[in-house]
């Protein structure tokens, strides 16, 4: 072999030199940075949502068995200790249709503040027999409820369960009143404050309007909650 088909050979074969790997290795780790970023906002978005609506499921559950026994709601939990805001003579005072969970009086574990539940449900004096689902839950009054006009004077549901926010109206959109709604606030992603996001803000404040349960997740909300209607609390009842 010539000195120039030695050369030639060598060139051919050499490895990287310490830079090249030095180099290489930045620009490897830059690229595995961000697109592990990426897969963990997406599984954060799809495990996430998965793992919430589970526990709205069972936070629900507890509400049917509560009414179950009790043949009446919760009344919701104003005052952040767990327990129903209920007055002298155990009825949930005036006016209380929003708040946390009451998650003492339903037999459960009072998580952190954050991780709470907000709470809503419908109370409607108004109806014949008189639906307040605090008090009472019967196959009349429910039937009753379920008949009356929709109001944003009781809790109510607005937009349409899209991602496109001009669907949701508190002041000018009811969708529907549920007999109650569970909702779990999660990031601040609409960069306001607080963890409740869009028109759920509203909630920390007594405010009666909640997001469409079907609502999508995206950048600038990621709240999830889940609505019980009255036909849908009978069937429950009756099981």
């Known amino acids: 072999m010539t000195m120039t088909g030695a050369k030639k050979m060598n060139i051919a074969v050499r490895g990287f ?14 690229i ?11 599984w954060r978005k799809v495990g996430g949502k998965t793992v919430v609506d589970a526990n709205l499921v069972s936070l629900s559950g507890s509400v049917i068995t509560f009414a179950k026994s009790h043949h009446r709601l919760p009344c919701p939990d104003t ?3 767990g327990y129903e805001n209920l007055d002298n003579a155990g009825v949930c005072v005036a006016g209380t249709q929003v708040g946390r969970l009451p998650y003492i009086s339903l037999g459960l574990s009072l998580p952190s503040d954050d991780d709470r539940a907000y709470y809503g449900v419908y109370r409607n004096a108004t109806t014949d027999p008189a639906a307040d ?12 409820a379920a008949t009356a006009a929709v109001s944003p004077s009781f809790v109510y549901v607005t937009g349409d369960g899209t991602t496109t926010n001009g669907v949701e109206s508190c002041g000018g959109y009811v969708a529907s009143n549920p007999a109650y709604v569970i909702l779990a606030a999660g990031e601040d992603r609409d960069g306001v404050g607080g963890s409740l996001d869009g028109i759920n803000i509203g909630l920390a404040s007594g ?3 909640f997001s469409a349960a079907s609502r999508g997740i995206d950048g600038s909300f990621d709240d999830r909650s889940l609505a019980l209607s009255f036909y849908g609390l009978l069937a429950e009842l009756n099981k």
Request: with cysteine; aromatic share 2%; net charge positive.
């Open 17 to 30: 030199t310490l830079l090249e790997v030095t180099i290489a290795l930045v620009v490897l780790g830059l």
């Open 32 to 42: 595995t940075s961000v697109a592990s970023t990426n897969y963990l906002g997406l």
């Open 79 to 81: 005052k952040g200790n």
């Open 133 to 144: 689902l605090t008090v009472s839950v019967t196959q009349n009054n429910l039937t009753a």
């Open 207 to 209: 405010g009666r309007c």
